[in-house]
Each structure stands twice: as structure tokens, then as C-alpha cells.
């Protein structure tokens, strides 16, 4: 198993500014992937974090506006850029230690005013 | 497109009764099945996970699940409810297209009452 750790817990954040979100795990994992989570709603893929490389981001999520950096293999950050309250949500960061198992995080919580 | 329902967005049951949560998925081929469980302010938890072998899969806090392919379902079961039960749960199915993209139901609240 792996155990991840995010920084920060929470903000409060106002429109226009950008955020940075540190995630480290406790192992070496294979790969680390980036989530978002709106209210009430269900996980959305971001990205994947590739360590050394740019990042591969799903449909409707761009490098501009979430920039991944992935340094090592046990920590990666993703920065909200110029956010608006739409960016309010839960931001999870995971790790797969297997082919078949993620373990997350215990998220961010952006508000954004 | 391959797809997992959540049948139920909440379940409300009373404690040291049954628990039942519903997922329906589409997938053209075997898939793998997850369950997991977000607790208030809390991380994302695996409960358990089908990679088929057994179709009947036990998980952690007495959970289990029941893969049926005749009825594309994965439910998840508890014989009897504790306080700390209560949670949203989410079904979850890897993508066909990749070896290790998820993709999440849109999630089950269980409330457990005293």
C-alpha cells in the first residue's frame, strides 16, 4: 500500500490568483494522477503526472490552466492558475503502487471567492 | 462507452441492519470493479476489488461485493451496519483503453440510523 499526503488541507483563494498543491507518497509508486472532485459531485480525471515529463491531461483540462510538474517519484504538484469560483472543489492526488490499485490522498479543499 | 451507474445516490438503513449499495457497469470485456469509500474530510479508501478471479470478493470492515456478469452488476454488501458506516461510497471501474484509468460512479450516501 501507499500512503499520500497533500499540502495545503484547504484555502481560500481569490479569483485571479494560483494555487499550488503538493502531494507526497510514502513509496515509490508507478504512476501518480491528478483528480478533482466538485461539490457533490463524483472523481474527474485531471491528469497524469509523468515523472520527468510533461504531463498527459484528460479532455477539458489543459496544461495553462493545471500545470503538473512530477520531479521524482514520490512527489508530485499541481498549480490552479488564474482561478474563478468555478475552480471550488476537492483537488485528490493518487498513487499506484500495482496495476490494478490506487490509493489517494486526503485532497485539497479550494474555495475560491 | 464504458460506463458505471450508481443506482442510488442515497441509502439510508439502521444500524445492525443490512446493507446493500447497487453498481451497474458496462464494459466489453472483463473489467476490474472497485469499491471505494470517502468518509466526511476525509481521503478516498479501497474497500475492495474484483480482478477476476473469485467473483465473490471480500474487503475490508466486512464489506464484500458479488461480481455477476449475466446481470453486469457489482453490489456491494455489509450484513450489519455500524455508525461508522455511514460515508458516500463509490463504484468504480477501470478504463478499457487504459491499464490504470479509473473511471467513478457518481457515488452513494449511506446514512446509518441509531
Known amino acids: 500500500s501507499a500512503v499520500i499526503s497533500q499540502k495545503p488541507s484547504r484555502d481560500i483563494c481569490q479569483r485571479g490568483t494560483s494555487l499550488t498543491i503538493q502531494c507526497q507518497v510514502d513509496s515509490q509508486v508507478t504512476m501518480m494522477f491528478w483528480y478533482r472532485q466538485q461539490p457533490g459531485q463524483s472523481l474527474t480525471l485531471i491528469a497524469t503526472?509523468?515523472?520527468?515529463?510533461?504531463?498527459?491531461?484528460e479532455s477539458g483540462f489543459v496544461i495553462d490552466k493545471f500545470p503538473i510538474s512530477r520531479p521524482n517519484l514520490t512527489f508530485s504538484t499541481l498549480t490552479v492558475s488564474n482561478m474563478s469560483p468555478e475552480d471550488s472543489s476537492i483537488y485528490l492526488c493518487?498513487?499506484?503502487?500495482?496495476?490494478?490499485?490506487?490509493?489517494f490522498g486526503p485532497g485539497t479543499r479550494l474555495l475560491v471567492l | 462507452a464504458q460506463s458505471v451507474t450508481q443506482l442510488d445516490s442515497h441509502v439510508s438503513v439502521s444500524e445492525g441492519t443490512p446493507v446493500l449499495l447497487r453498481c451497474n457497469y458496462s464494459s466489453s470485456y472483463s473489467p476490474s470493479l472497485f469499491w471505494y469509500v470517502q468518509h466526511p474530510n476525509k481521503g478516498l479508501q479501497l474497500l475492495l476489488k474484483?480482478?477476476?478471479?473469485?467473483?465473490l470478493v471480500k474487503g475490508i470492515n466486512g464489506f464484500e461485493a458479488e461480481f455477476k456478469k449475466s446481470e453486469t452488476s457489482f453490489h456491494l454488501t455489509k450484513p450489519s451496519a455500524h455508525m461508522s458506516d455511514a460515508a458516500e461510497y463509490f463504484c468504480v471501474v477501470r478504463r478499457e483503453d487504459s491499464s490504470y484509468k479509473l473511471i467513478f460512479g457518481s457515488g452513494t450516501r449511506l446514512l446509518v440510523r441509531p
Open positions: 503526472a509523468n515523472q520527468g515529463s510533461e504531463a498527459t491531461y
Open positions: 493518487s498513487g499506484r503502487t500495482d496495476q490494478e490499485t490506487q490509493y
Open positions: 474484483y480482478t477476476s478471479a473469485a467473483t
